[in-house]
Every structure is written in structure tokens, then in C-alpha cells.
């Protein structure tokens, strides 16, 4: 059989960049390695452009074992546009604070082709394949930071609960597997439609939904996101933030969507349930907060409530709104952590009140962090009132009640990202000394708040581009 492999050209690119940097840190001196930041960002450019160039390029190989669509397509480019974002910004970090650098940026990418592998996964084993490599990558990058006890904490409360997530969703495929006979979760899907609904199936459903509830951080299975969120190098929490969680949200739209479609009645009120109370708790919780990490973490547990509402319907118009919430929160979670991760780096605090003052002492990190704010409130009009719109267009009909969870806890978010705003514009700073803004990292901000501004006046474009890959997808299913 024939095998198409200019399909991976992505993946191998990756797998070769993430080498690459690997091998160089043996070869070339310490003293030249705060280089491969700009190499890292180049090469990742390179492969952005690539994909770019093979957005029409599609296909299967192995009988449906590796998927190439729009898709995941675009799943791809969201996660190289975050690890692009996260190495520029991290770039001063890394030399200042964690050292490694070579270790740094190649594990980083090995992260990044994780995702790449979860998002064309046709089948279980491929799925769990990029899974752990994406899982083993993080517990690495996470404890990076080894003299540092916050650091190995959050990397041993991480590869702790990461295992014990990954056993639960391995068991729940099992299920699936000896109920159906298969691993392809396109065969699952014609196996499955019009079946009966067993007890068997039951059980794999709902530990796949502890499983993935885990990697999204959905409650109550997002007890690791606080911890290690502040412990972790804060530029691995932005990709933590922004790039693990859109990888897991590729893989349940793969799962819940292509496979399990033709039993939709029995999970999609579960999956809305779940979102409520993600919102719910993710919101109230992140309210008195007073580490500004914690705060953000408990924030993204509450927008990946946000984002599971457009799994709910299991429809293209839901998948759209997903893609189209999964980009930008890539640029507010990397410009706010960015941000957090300046700071971090010449102050030594996470705490909320020392941002006090902030406008005074650089008025670009403030600018980008009430804009980064702001936009996951969903202020509009920023880009994050239009992603909120188009998520909750797809449930008005059928789930008003969670419409009206959504709008409510909206705006109760206002008052903790406000908090941080006021903080920040209006208190007078303790240390009048300015925060110094690297290119690199001003870069970052800009190019995350430009985004931010670009896609909440003129969200078209986007909506264009994420409905061409929402159709793909069930043109291939």
C-alpha cells in the first residue's frame, strides 16, 4: 500500500527542529546558547508557513489511522502560533531564570508535536501515542525550574494526576475497543449508529469524560491546574493555558463528535451539565485569589467551560465556534502570561498587589494585560465577546439554561479581571523602579494584543477560515 507521506511534513519538520535543538545544545557552548530562542522561533515560522502552503493538502493514511483535514489543519496552526508566541516571550525568562536552554526549547517542540499527533489521530492508539508524548513533554518543562521547590512540587503533583487521568482514559478506550472491535474512530461511528445503548458503553463514556476532563482541566477534574499553573515556569503555564487545552479539545471533538455521533442523546446533556459547572466553579473560585497565577489558572478552568459548549450540539456550527474560541485564546492567555512572566522575572512576585502602579512602570505590560482581561470577560469588542457569541448561538436553542449560566458568570468574571485592572491603573506603585520590556517580549505583547483587537472588529475572516475546517471535518467522518 502506497503511503502519502508529504501528509506529515509538518510532523516531521517538528520532530526534526525539536532534534535539532537537542543536538545542538551538545555541540555549541553555553555561552552561545541564549541563540536557539530565535532559531526555535524561526524554524516553528518555517512550519507555520508550511502548513500555510498545505491547508489544501488532504488525506488518510493507514485506512484512517492518521487524519490530514482542514481540521486538524488548523488545530496545528494554533498550536505552532502558541509555541511561537510562548518561546518569543519566554526568551529572557529562560536565560534569567531557568537556564537550560537547549533542554528548554527542544522539549518545548517535542510538546508541540505531541499536539500536532493528537490532532490528526484517527484512531485510539495514535490518539494516545501524542497524548503522552505531549503529557511526558510538559511533566519535563514543568520541573525544569529544579533548585526551585514550587517547581518539582507542581512536576510531581503533575505526573501524579497526569497518570492516573491517562489510566482512566486508557480503561474508558478499552471499553470502547471490546464493545466495538476496533480502534478507528470512524468505524466506531458507523458501529455505533442506531445501536443500543449498553452499560458497557455507559461506563466508557463517562471515564473518557474523566479522562479528557482532566486534560482541559473541567471540573472537578482540574484539582492539578492551581498548582501547578503556579509552580510551573510561567511560560510553560501559557503553554499549558493555551496550547495543552486546545490539543485536548482537538481530541474531543475527534472522539465525542466523529465517533460517538451516532449516540449524541446520551453524552451531549452530560457535556453540558459539565460545562455549567466548570463555569460555575472556575469563576467564583478565581474571585479570592490573590496570586495572580492561581487567578489565571482558575480563569482557564472557567474557559474551558466556555469552550465545551461548543461541543454540546456536536455540530458544525459548534466545532466552528470551538476553532474560533481556540485561537484567541491563544493570544490573550500568552500576552497575559507573558506579561506575568516579565514581571516574575524582576520582581520575584506573583502577587496581585504588587501590579500596583504598573501603568507607571511599563505601560505596555498593563496595556496588554487589561486587553488580554478584557477580552476573556468577553468585553467587546474585543475578540472574546465574539468568540462567547458564536459559542453560545449554538445552545440558545435547546440549552437556554446554560446561555443564561454562561451571560451571568460573564460578568461576574468582570469583577476579578477588573480587580487586576484597577490595581494596575489606579495604585500608586510601591517600587517606582520600571519594568524593563525585552524586544522579544515586547514583541510578543504586541503581536497578541494586535490579534486581540483585529479579530474582535473584524472576526469575519477568522469565522471564514474556522467554518472551512469545521466542514472538513465531517466530510472526512
Do not use: C
Request: aromatic fraction near 12%; hydrophobic fraction near 55%.
Amino acid at each position: 500500500m502506497a503511503v502519502d507521506w508529504s501528509l506529515m511534513n509538518l510532523e516531521i519538520a517538528t520532530a526534526v527542529l525539536g532534534l535539532g535543538l537537542l543536538l545542538l545544545g551538545l555541540i555549541i557552548p553555553h555561552s552561545a546558547r541564549r541563540g536557539l530562542g530565535w532559531l526555535t522561533v524561526l524554524g516553528l515560522a518555517g512550519i507555520l508557513a508550511l502548513s500555510v502552503g498545505a491547508w489544501s493538502h488532504q488525506g488518510m493514511l493507514y485506512n484512517g489511522m492518521y487524519i490530514v483535514d482542514n481540521y486538524s489543519t488548523f488545530f496545528k496552526e494554533v498550536f505552532l502560533t502558541a509555541a511561537i508566541l510562548v518561546t518569543m516571550g519566554s526568551m529572557r525568562y529562560v536565560d534569567e531564570q531557568v537556564g537550560y536552554q537547549a533542554e528548554y526549547y527542544g522539549i518545548l517542540v517535542f510538546a508541540l508535536l505531541g499536539m500536532m499527533v493528537m490532532a490528526s489521530a484517527g484512531d485510539f492508539i495514535t490518539l494516545y501515542l501524542g497524548l503522552e508524548l505531549m503529557t511526558i513533554a510538559f511533566i519535563i518543562l514543568v520541573a525544569l525550574r529544579k533548585t526551585d521547590g514550587k517547581s518539582v512540587e507542581a512536576g510531581l503533583k503533575y505526573v501524579l494526576l497526569a497518570g492516573l487521568s491517562s489510566a482512566v482514559l486508557l480503561y474508558g478506550l478499552s471499553l470502547i475497543y471490546g464493545l466495538t472491535g476496533t480502534v478507528n474512530i470512524i468505524q466506531i461511528a458507523f458501529l455505533l449508529a442506531g445501536g443500543s445503548v449498553s452499560s458497557v458503553l455507559i461506563l466508557g463514556l463517562v471515564m473518557l469524560v474523566a479522562g479528557v476532563g482532566f486534560k482541559i482541566s473541567a471540573v472537578p477534574f482540574h484539582m492539578w491546574a492551581p498548582d501547578v499553573y503556579e509552580g510551573a515556569p510561567t511560560p510553560i503555564t501559557a503553554f499549558l493555558g493555551a496550547g495543552s487545552k486546545a490539543a485536548s479539545f482537538a481530541i474531543v471533538l475527534r472522539l465525542f463528535v466523529a465517533g460517538f455521533s451516532g449516540i449524541w442523546q446520551d453524552w451531549a446533556l452530560l457535556v453540558a451539565i459539565l460545562a455549567a459547572i466548570t463555569i460555575v466553579v472556575g469563576n467564583l473560585v478565581a474571585i479570592p485569589q490573590t496570586n495572580i497565577k492561581r487567578m489565571l489558572a482558575y480563569s482557564s478552568v472557567a474557559q474551558a467551560g466556555y469552550i465545551l459548549v461548543g461541543v454540546v450540539t456536536a455540530s458544525p456550527a459548534g466545532l466552528k465556534a470551538v476553532l474560533f474560541y481556540a485561537l484567541l485564546y491563544v493570544f490573550a492567555t500568552v500576552g497575559a502570561f507573558t506579561v506575568v512572566g516579565n514581571f516574575f522575572a524582576q520582581t520575584g512576585s506573583d502577587e496581585i498587589r504588587d501590579y500596583a502602579g504598573l501603568s507607571q512602570r511599563s505601560p505596555l505590560s498593563a496595556a496588554m494585560m487589561l486587553i488580554a482581561m478584557l477580552s476573556m470577560a468577553g468585553i467587546p469588542p474585543l475578540a472574546g465577546f465574539a468568540g462567547k457569541l458564536y459559542l453560545f448561538a449554538t445552545v440558545v436553542q435547546g440549552y437556554l439554561w446554560l446561555v443564561i449560566i454562561g451571560l451571568v458568570m460573564s460578568m461576574v468574571s468582570v469583577y476579578y479581571y477588573l480587580r487586576v485592572t484597577l490595581v494596575m491603573y489606579r495604585d500608586e506603585p510601591l517600587d517606582p523602579a520600571p519594568i524593563t520590556v525585552s524586544f522579544p517580549v515586547a514583541l510578543t505583547m504586541i503581536i497578541a494584543m494586535i490579534a486581540t483587537l483585529v479579530i474582535g472588529f473584524y472576526p469575519g475572516p477568522l469565522a471564514n477560515i474556522t467554518d472551512v475546517a469545521a466542514r472538513s471535518f465531517f466530510v472526512l467522518h
